[in-house]
């Protein structure tokens, strides 16, 4: 069973940047779909970003573009979410999360990913 373990949370300064990674248990990472989501307190759990794997592209939601990078280390198996300019706004528990299959355009929709990390605390103050 795929394992996802997520890191690198942590308190920082409003403008301040953190990167999170996420390791998975897998010899073909570049076979999965990756996506990052959060929860921040009292809200629903949203989509940050998303990686199809092979051949695919990055999708950002839009409160992150210009702001957060998702990379891959696919020898690694680990995928990094760099978040830059942090506001308060981002304060919330991040998960990384996957899906069987590589696609040209992931979508950032909860329900289609199927393992989940259990989640890296981002705190930012101001």
Do not use: H
């Amino acid at each position: 069973q795929l394992q996802l373990v997520e890191s690198g949370g942590g308190l920082v300064q409003s403008g301040g940047s953190l990167r999170l990674s996420c390791a998975a248990s897998v010899f073909t990472l570049d076979s999965l779909t990756i996506g990052w989501f959060r929860q921040a307190p009292g809200k629903e759990r949203e989509g940050v970003a998303c990686d199809g794997g092979n051949g695919g592209i990055t999708n950002y939601a839009d409160f992150v573009k210009g702001r957060f990078t998702m990379t891959r280390a696919n020898a690694k198996n680990t995928v990094y979410l760099q978040m830059n300019s942090l506001n308060s706004e981002d304060t919330a528990v991040y998960y990384c999360a996957a899906m069987s299959g590589a696609v040209r355009i992931c979508e950032l929709a909860q329900r289609e990913y199927t393992s989940w990390g259990q989640g890296t605390q981002v705190t930012v103050s101001s």
